[in-house]
C-alpha cells in the first residue's frame, strides 16, 4: 500500500462546475496535509494546508481532513479552464525522523473544459 | 512566503560527469529539503540540509551519489555525481516558512527547480 494515494485521473469537468480531489493516507501518525498545484513545467505551488478535522475554506477551495478515515479532500468550485494542472496531495507525519519530510501523491490531472 | 532561486533552471549533461545545483533563499530559514522529480511522476524526497549538520538522506539516496553542501542559513547545494540517463529529473529544493503562523510552521515552499537531462 502506498503511503499517500491519489486518483491519477485524469478529472475532467466543465467551467463553473464543482471538481472533487480525493487523497488517502496508510500513516496514522501523519499530522500535517497539504495540496499543491502544479503546472507543466513548474514546480509545486501551496494551495491549502489544513491540521484539524472538518473543512477548512479560501477562496474557491476547501480542504476537508477526516483523521478516522485518514481521507483528506480538496474541492474547487467555480472551476476555471486556469485551474487545469496536476493537484499532488502530500503528507506530514507526527515528529521524529520524519519531522518536515513530505511524502507526495502521484498527483491527479485536473482539465477544466470550456 | 520566501523566495526561493535556483541555478541553473536546465542544463544537459554528458553520463559521468557531476552538475551541482544551488538553491538560494531570500530570507534565513533552518530546514532546506531537496527533492527530485523524475518524468512523469511526482516528487521524492533525497534528503534534508539543515545548517552546521549533514545532511540526512532518504532511503534509496546517498551522500556520495547526491552530495549537499549547507554552509549557511540561506544557500544549499546538491550535487548530482557520476550521473547517468537516470538522474534525468527535475531537481527543486524547498524551504520551510519560518515566518508562518504557529502550528503551520511545517509548510513547505519549492523553488523553480532544475531540468536535468543526460545523455
Known amino acids: 500500500q502506498k503511503e499517500v494515494e491519489q486518483n491519477s485521473g485524469p478529472l475532467s469537468v466543465p467551467e463553473g462546475a464543482i471538481a472533487s480531489l480525493n487523497c488517502t493516507y496508510s500513516?496514522?501518525?501523519?499530522?500535517?496535509f497539504f495540496w499543491y498545484r502544479q503546472y507543466s513545467g513548474k514546480s509545486p505551488e501551496l494551495i491549502m494546508s489544513i491540521y484539524s478535522n472538518g473543512d477548512k475554506e479560501d477562496g474557491r477551495f476547501t480542504a476537508q481532513l477526516n483523521k478516522a478515515s485518514q481521507y483528506v479532500s480538496l474541492l474547487i468550485r467555480d472551476s476555471q479552464p486556469s485551474d487545469s494542472a496536476t493537484y499532488l496531495c502530500a503528507v506530514i507525519r507526527a515528529g521524529g525522523t520524519s519531522y518536515g519530510k513530505l511524502t507526495f501523491g502521484q498527483g491527479t490531472i485536473l482539465t477544466v473544459h470550456p | 512566503s520566501a523566495v526561493i532561486s535556483q541555478k541553473p533552471s536546465r542544463d544537459i549533461c554528458q553520463r559521468g560527469t557531476s552538475l551541482t545545483i544551488q538553491c538560494q533563499v531570500d530570507s534565513q530559514v533552518t530546514m532546506m529539503f531537496w527533492y527530485r522529480q523524475q518524468p512523469g511522476q511526482s516528487l521524492t524526497l533525497i534528503a534534508t540540509a539543515n545548517q552546521g549538520s549533514e545532511a540526512t538522506y532518504e532511503s534509496g539516496f546517498v551522500i556520495d551519489k547526491f552530495p549537499i553542501s549547507r554552509p549557511n542559513l540561506t544557500f544549499s547545494t546538491l550535487t548530482v555525481s557520476n550521473m547517468s540517463p537516470e538522474d534525468s529529473s527535475i531537481y527543486l529544493c524547498s524551504v520551510e516558512d519560518s515566518l508562518a503562523p504557529r502550528g503551520s510552521t511545517d509548510t513547505q515552499y519549492f523553488g523553480p527547480g532544475t531540468r536535468l537531462t543526460v545523455l
Open positions: 500513516d496514522r501518525v501523519s499530522q500535517s
